[in-house]
């Protein structure tokens, strides 16, 4: 009887500590995501406030790389602090040990959501688009006003609805002269 009751007052004991550690762990990446966000927007603010003669292009395209930091920040962030909510319960060699197999897992699983990264990369490095251009894709027609690295969040011009259209959807695209789009009046 003696050994059931140490057994579990371990086990409770052992339960407590991992609890605790796992909220540390979150308070800590909470505050380490928004200061570094807000340390990056204060950055490309400065960036972009010391720009002088820059064309509206150069801007939508600082613009356009000042989220994709945030966005690159956030999932770096929030991958590191999975990883080290699960070392809490599973010590780091057999965490890295199983990485392995993992990623091959994660790569079946995910196809779409890195099909999705890749060409969200594509749509940013080449600038087939930036925030705040007019554009036609996928069917829709709208204002860029987010390019991630999944997804991209047009406004629309009609409707003023906003629609989030997975990267790998993002075929042809027809930049659309803002002085020539027509929205019915109501």
């Known amino acids: 009887m003696e050994f059931t009751r140490e057994f579990f007052q371990t086990l409770i004991n052992n339960l407590a500590t991992q609890i605790v550690q796992v909220v540390i762990i979150l308070l800590i990446f909470a ?56 070392s809490v319960f599973v010590s780091i060699g057999t965490l890295m040990a199983s990485v392995g197999a993992f990623a091959i897992i994660i790569t079946f699983a995910f196809q779409s959501m890195l099909a999705d990264i890749v060409r969200g990369f594509f749509i940013i490095f080449e600038e087939m688009f930036l925030i705040g251009d007019l554009i036609d894709v996928a069917g829709y027609q709208g204002e860029v006003i987010e390019i991630g690295l999944q997804t991209t969040k047009l406004q629309l011009i009609e409707t003023k609805e906003v629609v989030l259209i997975p990267n790998r959807n993002v075929g042809n695209i027809v930049k659309l002269d803002p002085n020539r789009v027509l929205v019915n009046p109501e």
């Not at 966000?37 to 204060?42: A, G, N």
């Not at 600082?62 to 999975?82: A, D, G, R």
């Open 31 to 86: 505050v380490v995501k928004k200061f570094g966000i807000s340390l990056l927007q204060r950055i490309f603010t400065l960036k972009i406030g010391k720009i002088t003669n820059a064309t509206e292009e150069a801007l939508k395209q600082k613009e356009t790389i000042k989220q994709l930091c945030i966005n690159v920040f956030k999932y770096v962030v929030n991958l590191l602090q999975i990883v080290l909510i699960i």
